[in-house]
């Protein structure tokens, strides 16, 4: 019984009212790798990041031509008609956001699910960034979700040249000193060069870690091998402007030269050579312990048992980066099973105390409401780092009277709902005799019922 809860729980997003337990844990777990859909229709339905990318540069168009307008005219400019594109790209944020939501409340493949937000956080961007307003979920639906079960290589791959990424860490931005455009700007006195910002976060947080080893001369030259990893239909240059709106490889801004990174040289030209790096960084040891970690930290507790963090990093390298071998392998591990609960974020505690009441669909407004309540608003970390993803920074005090609010909300529009029998199926064999002393005294279901979804078992996964 205790394994059913903590597949429901600490695997997968909560139990949902209309669900019974699963008789065989590990077998359900196993069986959502088949039932993930990468590309649901509700997805589909949303503009794509092609469209987003237009949608953006006609906005920023518009606020430049506004702008001259108001300056020529010597007034101030009418601030409706410069805001409204990007009113639209915020239209597109909250849907997108719902869309997430709502998933996560009806999947088949709640744990696949998890690590697909797992994921997102690794690959952190934010909305606190105009130009990412709009591409936050598209980045997410296209370059997460579709590669969630494969190598991480190709992963790491669809996650670098994602719109989303390349414009949140300034990556269209980079050129080569000595690139055929770079060259060209010197000459006029306009020279422009390399940002560090996406070769720095690959390898402190999207691959080998923090205090790895690697030294600012391989930022330096991964930098210099990624510069040209660009984004179409937003430059004014007829150079720069690509074949369209997405991703596309700009050879007139690229570095030209071998690259010497981890002590490796790279000979490839144009984007091959970014590539060939990226896939090396893909396999490095240190990058299967820095994963290993991370994700032994979100399914085994704050302080993560070393033999579950082993488990994990021999799955990851004697399969070559091959994450469903890794996920197989932490569904094996006793350590998951056993470890101690995990604190729910803001994100988790809302998912489960909604699929707990079976609610199945909130609108855009409803979602937005609730997470910037809670303090975590969807796609909005603040830093390229992703949120914590441990207790101290979710468990204050304020935070938890936060949570016993909007407990009381959705028990007031849940409906009748006998909460100890709900109790028992959401955690069976882990449900507290405190707990369920609480649901017996209350005066009423709907006070029972917020009770619960408040109570320890349902702070913790």
Request: net charge neutral; no cysteine.
């Amino acid at each position: 019984m205790r394994e059913s809860s903590v597949a429901l729980n600490r695997f997968g997003l909560g139990g949902r009212r209309a669900e019974a337990p699963p008789t065989d844990p590990k077998r359900w777990l196993l069986g959502q790798f088949e039932q993930f859909d990468p590309r649901p229709a509700a997805i589909t339905a949303l503009p794509g990041s092609s469209t987003l990318v237009t949608m953006f540069r006609e906005a920023r168009d518009n606020q430049r031509e506004a702008k001259r307008e108001a300056e020529a005219a010597e007034s101030k400019p009418d601030i409706a008609p410069e805001l409204r594109p990007y009113r639209a790209l915020r239209d597109a944020y909250g849907q997108a956001a719902a869309v997430r939501t709502n998933l996560a409340l009806t999947t088949p493949a709640p744990f696949v699910e998890r690590l697909v937000h797992f994921w997102a956080n690794h690959f952190a961007v934010s909305i606190d960034k105009l130009v990412t307003l709009g591409l936050a979920g598209a980045f997410e639906f296209e370059a997460i979700r579709p590669n969630v079960l494969g190598k991480f290589g190709d992963l790491l791959l669809a996650v670098e040249r994602h719109p989303a990424m390349l414009l949140y860490l300034d990556q269209a931005q980079s050129v080569g000193p000595e690139s055929m455009l770079g060259q060209i700007a010197a000459r006029r006195g306009n020279a422009r060069g390399l940002n560090e910002n996406l070769a720095r976060e690959i390898l402190e947080l999207h691959t080998l870690g923090v205090r790895s080893g690697y030294s600012q001369q391989d930022v330096t030259e991964l930098a210099r091998a990624l510069t040209g990893w660009s984004v179409g239909g937003l430059a004014q240059q007829p150079l720069l402007r690509g074949p369209g709106p997405g991703y596309w490889f700009a050879a007139p801004i690229h570095q030209p030269g071998d690259r010497t990174v981890l002590g490796k040289r790279y000979g490839q030209s144009g984007e091959a050579q970014g590539e060939a790096i990226l896939r090396d960084l893909a396999v490095h040891p240190a990058t299967a312990r820095h994963i290993a970690t991370k994700l032994a930290r979100h399914f085994g507790g704050d302080e993560p048992p070393p033999a579950l963090i082993a488990r994990l990093e021999q799955a990851f390298l004697s399969s070559g980066g091959d994450l469903s071998t890794v996920y197989r392998a932490l569904i094996a591990a006793p350590e998951a099973w056993t470890g101690p609960p995990k604190f729910r974020t803001p994100w988790d505690w809302t998912l489960a105390a909604l699929r707990a009441v079976g609610t199945e669909n909130l609108t855009a407004l409803m979602n937005a409401n609730a997470f910037n309540q809670l303090g975590r608003p969807i796609w909005r970390p603040g830093s390229p780092a992703g949120w914590d993803d441990t207790a101290p920074s979710w468990a204050g005090p304020d935070a938890l009277y936060r949570r016993v609010e909007v407990a009381e909300r959705i028990a007031s529009r849940a409906g009748p709902i006998d909460a100890r029998t709900l109790a028992e199926q959401l955690f069976p064999g882990t449900l507290s005799e405190p707990t369920r002393k609480a649901l017996a005294g209350a005066e009423s279901p709907t006070q029972a019922l917020a009770l619960l979804l408040a109570a320890p078992e349902m702070m913790r996964r």
